[in-house]
Nanobody, 128 residues
Framework: QVHLVESGGGSVQIGGSLRLSCAAS?????VAWFRQAPGKEREGVAA???????????FYADSVQGRFTISQAAPENTVSLQMNSLKPEDAAIYYC?????????????????????WGQGTQVIVSS
């Protein structure tokens, strides 16, 4: 069992930035960020294959491409999500997820079903 703890959520103005972090208690193959806004389904935001770089190791949802960056960070087993140019529609509870598998295709990498472990979530508020 791997435990995930998210941090870094908060309130930011439109156009601002936030950095979320996910600390895992153990090693996993994949890590992703999902979000869920009130009344909406959970959406995959970004995912990465731990320990790899290059094509097929990172995927983003179209809605955040070019604005969000997922990366592995120090200390070990920590993954960050840098969110820039935040929009009102980015407001949601953000969840970190980790899994024991990886499929190098966005349809699967951003699908909640492949992830085995979930954090409690951290709220992001975007205001004018």
């Amino acid at each position: 069992q791997v435990h995930l703890v998210e941090s870094g959520g908060g309130s930011v103005q439109i156009g601002g930035s936030l950095r979320l972090s996910c600390a895992a208690s153990g090693e996993t193959v994949s890590v992703a960020w999902f979000r869920q806004a009130p009344g909406k389904e959970r959406e995959g935001v970004a995912a990465l294959r731990v320990g790899e770089r290059g094509t097929g190791s990172i995927f983003y949802a179209d809605s955040v491409q070019g604005r969000f960056t997922i990366s592995q960070a120090a200390p070990e087993n920590t993954v960050s999500l840098q969110m820039n140019s935040l929009k009102p529609e980015d407001a949601a509870i953000y969840y970190c997820a980790a899994g024991e598998t990886w499929v190098a295709h966005p349809m699967y990498a951003l699908d909640a079903k492949i992830y085995d472990y979930w954090g409690q979530g951290t709220q992001v508020i975007v205001s004018s």
